[in-house]
């Protein structure tokens, strides 16, 4: 006699389910039975989360501490500008202020960026702040957070920058890039 279609769908989930409990009750995850497997199943995990950290808060950043200017390219269309300055003061524990474009850094931070998750593009480091005001005041582009990642190199930065935002949807929401961006020191260290 044949099934109907129904019954032979929850014998395929009873099959499944009778599966998992049979791994558990024959004690593949048993902790008193295999102990070295749950230890080795947590080392796992506790590496897996702390690969996932894509940065490190420098403590001290004495080659980078001073004021930095300079400009970069600004890649987006929709932008009529076509460079955004920067002037950035960064303070040995690493805090970072100034402007960028016409906004000004709130609560900015260096850091460095794990090897574990470098994409290839070797930057070394990265700095996250909040804005406040226009990027680009002509325009009023405003965003709320943007991201520096750069490379020291001849004694400048060097790197690109992108904002808060959205892939797709309007100038008002998409992200802002920045490429080619390179920062002189202006003071001594």
């Not at 389910?17 to 070295?36: E, F, M, T, V």
């Not at 702040?129 to 009023?140: H, N």
């Not at 797709?168 to 390179?182: E, L, P, W």
Request: net charge positive; aromatic share 8%; glycine share 8%.
């Amino acid at each position: 006699m044949l099934k109907n279609p129904s019954s032979l769908a929850k014998d395929t989930n009873t099959r499944k389910k009778d599966h998992q409990w049979q791994c558990l009750r024959k004690g593949y995850l048993n902790i008193s039975k295999y102990p070295a497997n749950f230890l080795a199943y947590i080392i796992v995990l506790i590496v897996m989360f702390a690969s996932c950290s894509t940065t490190t808060p420098i403590v001290s950043s004495r080659e980078l501490k001073g004021h930095w200017v300079g400009k970069g390219d600004i890649i987006v269309t929709w932008c009529e500008r076509d460079q955004l300055n920067f002037d950035l003061y960064i303070d040995s524990m690493g805090g970072v202020s100034g402007r960028v474009g016409d906004a000004k850094v709130v609560g900015g931070h260096l850091f460095t960026v794990s090897p574990l998750v470098n994409t290839g593009e070797n930057k070394k480091y990265i700095i996250r702040a909040t804005l406040a005001g226009f990027l680009v005041k002509e325009e009023q582009i405003a965003r709320h957070s943007v991201s520096i990642r750069f490379e020291l190199a001849n004694d400048a930065m060097e790197g690109e920058m992108n904002t808060s935002g959205t892939k797709c949807g309007t100038r008002d929401s998409m992200y802002f890039k920045v490429a080619n961006i390179i920062l002189v020191r202006v003071d001594g260290k």
